[in-house]
């Protein structure tokens, strides 16, 4: 279950939890990881290669658009405009998917995680919303407090489940945190989505800080022992408590 933690936030509290494969990122379920960008692994300023098997490495062409290999992953400097492509990774509408990300932001103001050439993004737009745009819309996501502080490494988790309601989660570190904008703290949108870029929205609003390791699912929920499973996976590579 998810239980109440301090200042209203959520923690997941289970008993048992379902080992993370560091071979492929399989978990055992019906989710499928689409895109592994595994930490310290296949790593340079040109390119991260792939770790899920789905050969869906990003890659920066332009010497100068390309991020810093700096204390085994990323830093990207937004005023070079630091992206990366990779092939798209396509969510139908009302389709589950889950983002794991470790960063350490150095501003937190628009600073696009994963985007797409037209339209849809993802973003950190301030030091406590999440902005997600899709085939439906675009939603402000206003998280209590200012989790997405500069200078700290972190893990950042957002989730959406599957079904007709499309519910938005958002997690730092493994605990989920309370959504202020929305009925019963949860945020909607079932829209499709399409990433085939990061570190930018769709080549403006470029990411400034570290990216360490990204991990995408997609198709079915993750169970909470299986989400639990990632979160230490990543807890105790990045040595984040």
Partial sequence: MLGLANGGLKALDITQTVDFNTTDASVGGSAVCQLWLKYNTNLT??????????????????????????DNGLLFDPST?????????????????????????????????????ASVFLTINDNNTIKFKTSEGTDNINCEGTPFATGEKFILGIQRDEGPQGRIHIYKNGVKLHITNAALGQQQNIGAISFDTLGTRHGDQFFGGHMYEVLVYDTANLSIGETKGIFNYLKTTHSIT
């Fill in 45 to 70: 300023s040109a390119q991260w290669d792939d770790a899920s098997g789905n050969s869906r490495h990003v890659a920066q062409s332009t010497s100068g658009n390309r991020a810093t290999v700096d």
């Fill in 81 to 117: 405009n630091n992206h990366y492509d990779f092939t798209a990774i396509v969510v139908a509408e009302s389709e589950a998917f889950f983002v794991f990300m470790v960063i350490d932001l150095d501003a937190a103001s628009n600073e696009s995680l994963l985007g797409e050439s």
